[in-house]
């Protein structure tokens, strides 16, 4: 057998390659791991060799790229880390003074305790400064900015002090900068001549870094009352920092905001499953060029989450350093896409006719097994309910009597118990509500498929989708997008799409207006601008409530809201009436 190249091993024992490596210092990680250790999955010297070379050209890729993340990792951790001076405060005049004091001191002091001074070197710096002293005391004296200016400089670079001040505040700082070095040169003489001068503690500023902001804003976050924007707030905020950096408050700039923004403008949809599938960060994702995200998102997810938290940061942190400058204000979006591209409109007669009344539908209305596909559209139809809110109801705690006035309802709330593998949400607060069910689905026997799934103890309203991650609808969404396509309904018109159940929302409300029925809003969720009942005589609305009304108003009734919904009738349509739970023998 030839002889193996340099990585390439084989086990004795089972006869099987591997390919090794011993990672190198600079990639170790926490874990303690030392050495890169894969199997080949062949026994065939040939094909060994042939994949070695593969994946040790892959390794070393990876290396590579593992170096250059943690390259541009202290690359930017160095430059996050400068304090910026843009405006000078008396301040930060004596906090630079005293630092430029005590960097002299405490390293003329550091060689004294470690012994390298010798004492022709002290003669040396004796006969220097003796020498300069006279110059700085000059300078000073008639604020020659040609002298000072290049030494403030080159000690505001080396101590990462970022300088935009203007020529004025230079001055200042200069003049500054030349008495502190004149009082530091006095010591050092002072010191060789082996008097007792101490080194002076640094003032420094209290830093706090915008990772604390941030988990001081989360952890104070009303969540139980914004549940669908605490969870964007969560989401945001950590790839806030990501981008920006976590660096001390009092370094964060507009041009940090500014840059943040540029990167999400250049996100494509659901960009987080491209980092996670391909294990790149936030700014590798922008990079790819692989689309934009909708005006919406950027407005109503990222704008939206960033604008109250600079607000409530200036407020909380600027007393420790938060500028009180930054904004969103003029920030916009910058792709290309159109508001409402992605907008699903309501179906129009001919497709309702094709999705209720055509061959598939039938099918579905006489398979035991096949029920759940013949419920979900029709539910979504006669409710406008969400597809996840649909999904997740569970028929033992969430299909209920109103006690009042007898009628039954759809219960969607987060709270009720849920089914296994499922974890409840609403988008909104206005989300969770009682939804009347619709007397043409009592009609079709809907109460009845209800109770063959109670008596089965069964926790989902369509078993037979499966949840996904802990989220009802993940099979029933995919099933129902299929199913337009197949029948021949989909339509990808921007601004006018028939994609998913969300079209059902639109055809409910499209329905009502033109029936000239009020808030119909109240049935599907949305946070809504209530009409007052009592100004609605004959579909004529006479204006709307004040906002103290609607605040007190809260849910309507039950029975309000099912005389709403009754309204809304599709009186053209012949739906099926499905056979029985029961059949199926479950």
């Known amino acids: 057998m030839p002889p193996l190249p340099t990585g390439l091993v084989r086990n004795n024992k089972n006869g099987r390659y591997y ?66 001076l843009r405006e000078l405060t008396a301040e930060d005049i004596d906090r630079i003074a005293q630092h430029v004091e005590a960097a002299a001191l405490a390293g003329d002091e550091k060689r004294r305790e470690t012994g390298t001074y010798d ?40 101590h990462r002090y970022d300088e935009q001040l203007g020529d004025s505040d230079f001055r200042r700082l200069a003049i500054a900068y030349g008495r502190a070095v004149i009082r530091t040169n006095e010591k050092l003489l002072r010191r060789y001549e082996g008097e007792d001068v101490p080194t002076p503690k640094t003032a420094c500023l209290e830093q706090h870094l915008l990772s604390e902001v941030i988990k001081d804003y989360i952890d104070k976050y009303q969540a139980d009352k914004f549940e669908a924007m605490y969870k964007k707030v969560c989401a945001v905020l950590p790839m806030f920092q990501e981008v920006v950096g976590n660096k001390p408050i009092h370094t964060l700039r507009q041009t940090d905001i500014n840059r943040f923004f540029e990167v999400v403008n250049k996100l494509p949809p659901r960009w987080k499953d491209v980092a996670r599938q391909k294990k790149l960060t936030v700014l590798e994702v922008a990079n790819l060029g692989l689309g934009e995200m909708a005006p919406a998102t950027f407005e109503g997810t990222y704008k939206a989450v960033i604008t109250p938290f600079l607000s409530t940061a200036r407020t909380n942190w600027q007393d420790k350093g938060f500028p009180t400058t930054l904004t969103t204000e003029m920030i916009r979006y910058t792709g290309s896409r159109e508001e409402g591209e992605g907008h699903q409109r309501a179906f129009l007669p001919q497709e309702l006719e094709r999705l209720f009344q055509g061959p598939e539908m039938a099918g579905f209305a006489k398979q035991p097994d096949e029920l759940h596909m013949f419920w979900l559209p029709h539910v979504g139809l006669h409710t406008g309910a969400r597809v996840n809110e649909l999904c997740q109801l569970n028929p033992m705690v969430d299909i209920l009597k109103d006690e009042r006035s007898g009628i039954w309802y759809l219960n969607i709330t987060p709270q009720s118990e849920a089914a296994d593998s499922v974890k409840k949400t609403v988008k909104t607060k ?8 619709h007397s043409q689905l009592i009609k079709m026997g809907f109460l009845d498929y209800v109770d063959e799934l109670k008596k089965q103890g069964i926790k989902l309203l369509f078993p037979g989708f499966s949840p996904g991650k802990g989220r009802a609808a993940t099979e029933a969404e995919k099933w129902f997008r299929q199913f337009l396509r197949d029948i021949g309904l989909r339509d990808d018109t921007h601004g006018a799409k028939i994609v998913g159940m969300h079209a059902f929302r639109s055809t409910l409300l499209s329905r009502a207006a033109n029936l000239g029925v009020v808030n119909a809003e109240s049935i599907t969720g949305h946070a809504q601008s209530m009409t007052n009942l009592a100004q609605a005589q004959d579909s004529i609305v006479a204006g709307e409530v ?41």
């Open 430 to 437: 206005s989300s969770r509500r009682k939804v009347p069910i």
């Open 546 to 586: 004040s906002a103290v009304v609607k605040k007190y108003q809260g849910e309507l009734d039950v029975d309000v809201k099912s005389a709403i919904l009754e309204r809304i009738v599709f009186p053209n349509l012949e739906f099926f009436t499905p056979v029985r739970l029961s059949s199926t023998g479950r």
């Open 119 to 158: 004492i022709s070197e002290i003669a040396d710096y004796q006969q220097a400064y003796n020498d300069v002293l006279p110059e700085m005391k000059a300078a000073v004296a008639v604020g020659d900015i040609e002298v000072l200016g290049p030494m403030l400089r080159q000690f505001l670079y080396l």
């Open 19 to 84: 390919h090794r490596r011993r990672i190198p210092e600079d990639l170790l990680q926490a874990d303690g791991k030392k050495e890169h250790l894969k199997s080949l999955k062949t026994s065939d010297y040939r094909v060994a060799v042939e994949r070695f070379h593969v994946a040790d050209a892959k390794l070393q890729a990876d290396w590579r790229k593992l170096r250059q993340r943690k390259a541009d990792f202290f690359a930017a951790r160095h430059v996050q880390a400068a304090t910026v």
